[in-house]
């Protein structure tokens, strides 16, 4: 689900909504556009780079991590009692290096869509939606 809590209807591609389009259209389109204004508001931190699998830390909040490993990772998302994120928090995940990233909650942890980044240059993104559950977007 590439915009949480947005209905998008694929159909379609490489066309300018004008105002004669269908209201729906619009209501589609202004809520993909609020959902990526509001990833890259969450994200305006700067970059924290990791050479080996990595457990997040409550200063990599609002940034970008960026997993530039040869061999496969692990970025694991802490407990709240370890490290506690306020709810809302979004980090963005890089996958620079070669090596598969694989994001995990810890012990109690939920990651809904927890897996995979998606390759060596794909990015993804974590959202904390309540005390021990976060939503990764890949």
Known sequence: ???????????????????????AHHNVLGGAVNYLQDQLTGLSGGENVQVASYMLILSDGGKIVTM????????????????AFPIGTIIGIYQKGAG?????????????????????????????????????TA
């Open 100 to 136: 598969a990233t694989t994001v995990q909650g810890d012990t109690g942890v939920v990651v809904v869509n927890a897996g995979g980044v998606g390759g060596q240059g794909a990015m993804a993104s974590l959202w904390k939606r309540g005390t021990n559950e976060w939503v990764l």
């Open 68 to 83: 530039d490993v040869a061999g496969a990772n692990t970025l694991t998302v802490p407990t709240n009692a370890a490290v």
């Open 1 to 23: 689900m590439p915009f949480p809590g947005y209905p998008i209807a694929v159909g379609k591609t490489n066309e300018t909504l004008s105002s004669n389009d269908h209201p």
